[in-house]
Structures are given as C-alpha cells and as structure tokens.
C-alpha cells in the first residue's frame, strides 16, 4: 500500500470515529433531562418492531421522508421515523396541534390504510385560546406562532381524502365522539401547562386498548408546561423516554 493510500485511510478512519462521537454527542444531550424521574429506553426496546438486524434498522421500518429542516413546530428525523412505525400499525391516529401537517402527511404516507384525525388553532382563532393564569408565557406565544396555517403539507395530495382536519381550541375539543377510537395518539399542540392537562385528559380517553400515546418536547425546565405534568402522571402510569428523541410513551394495555 502506497504511503498516500494509508494517509487516505487513517484520515477515514478518524472522520468515521469524530462523526460517531458527534451523534453519540446529540443522542445523550437530547436524552438528558436533569430531574426527570421518568426512565429512558432505547428506541430498539420499545416494541420487537424496531429491534436492530447487524444492518441496522429492518426493512419493515421504512417510511416516507422529508428532512426537518426549517419546519415551524416540527419534530426530528428520528422521531418522525418512529411515529410512521406506529402509524404503520394502527387503523387510526390523532394528533393534537398539525402545524404545517408535515408529521400528518408522512404518517399517511407510510401508512396507506391508516386514518388520521388533527386537531389545531386556526389563523383566525388566536386569541380564543384559554391558557390559564399561571400558564408560562414564551410557551403562550409559541403557541400562537405556530398557529399559522390554514393549509397544509398534504393538501390536494392524494392521501388527504384520509384526513379529518378538525379546527378549533384543544380545551373546547369535544372527544366523547372518540373514545377509545385510537391505537396512536399524538400530543403536540399548545405546551402551557393547562393545555398539556386537558390534551392528556382527552387522548387517554381517546386511547384504545394496546395503544400508544405520544407526547413531544419533554426536554426538562425549559418547557414546564410539559416537564411538570409528565412527572405527575409518571406516579401514576408507566411512562417511559426515548433515548434520542424528546418523546415520553405509554403503551395502554391490551383489553
Ligand atoms: C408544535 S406545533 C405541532 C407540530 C406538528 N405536530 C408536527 O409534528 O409538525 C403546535 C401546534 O399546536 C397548535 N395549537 C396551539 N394552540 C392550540 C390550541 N389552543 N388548540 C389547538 N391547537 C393549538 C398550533 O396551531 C400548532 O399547530
């Protein structure tokens, strides 16, 4: 082997090994959350569905994909990878909060039977919405912010006819038409600490036997409106954290 050949294949090796230790970097980074009493998983120990082949991921994990990059109130790669597999294994969905409908349409996408229901604040409705006193106030106006679309991703595309948009504020939301109804739900909508309560309320409602429940931005202090009230339900149900992602899980369980 040439000298420049060897030179070519320790500068490989180095950059493989820095590129590794900057994604183990993100991964603990995101996954650490000072105080929280709610236990990390690995994403291959949630359901045998992601368990790891020596290539990696399986084949049945495929989904459909557009990067995160630049999206209002988006969630990563990872997370939108994960939450395709369950869409994958439901008949229904519903989220709570559609934003741009980015995560709507590639749930759809990935999943060619499922049926999504959403829920979000129109343009036209900020300011009805009821954050209650001591609701914390930069996660009320990141709310509003992202309340800014009245059309989405996957409009007059052809997975829209297996969308239902619902409009309208969370709180008002009437979900006695749904119980049970859904094997995943999504709860992303307001962060305030009020709204995550009622969200909860609702989906744990709205959960059926051997569903999931979802919920995103768990990532400590920084959002009380989530920190606080997963802590308090952590006592009551086993919820659990996904290493490299800021989702908190429950599983209800089969009837
Ligand atoms: C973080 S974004 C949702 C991101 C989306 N789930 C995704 O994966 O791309 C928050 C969403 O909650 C909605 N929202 C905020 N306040 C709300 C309220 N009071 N009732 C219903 N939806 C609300 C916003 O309109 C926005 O669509």
Not at 64 to 79: F, N, Y
């Amino acid at each position: 082997m040439t000298a420049l050949a060897i030179f070519a294949l320790v500068l490989a090796v180095v950059f493989f090994g820095l590129w590794r230790a900057a994604d183990a970097k993100v991964m603990a980074t995101k996954s650490r959350v000072p105080g929280s009493p709610i236990p990390l998983k690995s994403i291959q120990d949630v359901d045998p569905l992601f368990a790891l082949t020596r290539f990696g991921p399986s084949r049945e994990t495929e989904v459909a994909h557009i990067a995160a990059v630049h999206v209002e109130g988006g969630i990563s790669d990872l997370e939108s990878w994960f939450l395709c597999n369950l869409a994958k294994t439901s008949k229904r969905v519903f989220e709570f909060g559609t934003a741009t409908g980015k995560t709507t349409y590639l749930m759809a996408r990935s999943a060619p039977d499922v049926r999504i229901s959403t829920v979000t604040l129109h343009p036209d409705e900020i300011g009805s919405d009821q954050h209650a006193a001591g609701d914390d106030k930069a996660l009320q106006v990141a709310a509003r912010r992202e309340s800014a679309f009245a059309e989405f991703l996957y409009s007059g595309t052809d997975v829209e006819p297996r969308i239902e948009q619902l409009f309208g504020d969370s709180k008002r939301f009437d979900e006695t038409p749904y119980l049970a109804a859904f094997d995943l739900i999504f709860v992303d909508g307001a962060h305030t600490d009020s709204y995550v309560r009622s969200d909860t309320e609702k989906a744990l409602a709205m959960l059926a036997p051997g569903g999931w429940l979802v919920w995103h931005d768990y990532v400590g202090r920084k959002v009380p409106g989530v920190f606080k009230p997963l802590n308090e339900l952590s006592t009551k149900l086993p919820l659990f954290r996904i290493k490299g992602t800021t989702f908190v899980v429950y599983r209800k369980p089969a009837a």
